[in-house]
């Protein structure tokens, strides 16, 4: 039980030590409602969420912000198929990615590193804007070894083919424990969760964020507020508790051991103390 224990803490302590893919430090998040408001097209949208995101960003203690579909560590999930360029499925085989809508400047605020080309632009956000998508390291490492991903093209919709023009660092979406499927990030003028990176206290920032959003749009419903490393140290609580309970029980044992040791000596000692005697 001890040895168990003694085994088990240190593949919790080696599992704190995972990298995530990005610096979870002073970095804010939460979940924003869609708006009631409706757009006649794209262009509409893209100049709506451009106004939203300079009034978060003016908030007092937001470093910088952005926004994604699905924030790593939460519950929520895209995937679907998709075809790659030069890449031929065998009959029935299916390539399926992880697909994540974001803004240009989510990368940055997350720290996700930027391995080749370039992360999204506000370029890349109108209607009649040139489809591009950016691909995650093990992406690229599994389809173009040799470093020359960008440029090629993908597609989930074979009339619209897309163009790769960065590659970044692999995120642990689901656990550090876990490695997730090959991503694809998609240029969005909005997400569903938006991050910030703060230069004060995290819960001060967000109050004032969720503030300045409803000044913006009262319709937003905004809810699921955390911090990253809250995230991040809230899917490791399995891990944790069971640590936790594995070592009560060996530290248990130990103290049972000890006071049966001690017994049986004393024991052996009473019955010696005659002949000590003698």
Known sequence: LLVGAGLLIRSFVQLQRVSPGFDPEGVVSMRVG??????????AAVA??????DQLASVPGVKERGAVA????????????????GWTPEPGQE???????ATSK?????RIPLIAGRFFTDADLPQNAAPVVVIDKKFA??????GDAIGKHVWFDPAKKLTIVGVVGAVKQYGLDIDGRIVVYVPSPNAGYQVARTSGDPSTVARAMIRKMHEVDPSLTVFDVQTMSGRMSGSMARQRFATTMLGAFAAFALVLAVVGVYGVMSNLVTQGSHDIGV
């Open 95 to 101: 390539l399926q990615v992880d697909q994540r809508g």
């Open 70 to 85: 699905v924030l790593p560590f939460t519950s929520s999930v895209s995937w679907g198929n998709i075809n790659v360029e």
């Open 141 to 146: 490492q599994r389809f173009w070894p040799k």
């Open 34 to 43: 869609a708006t009631a408001r409706r757009f006649d097209n794209r262009d």
């Open 48 to 53: 709506y969420y451009a106004t939203f995101g």
């Open 106 to 110: 989510y990368f940055s605020t997350m």
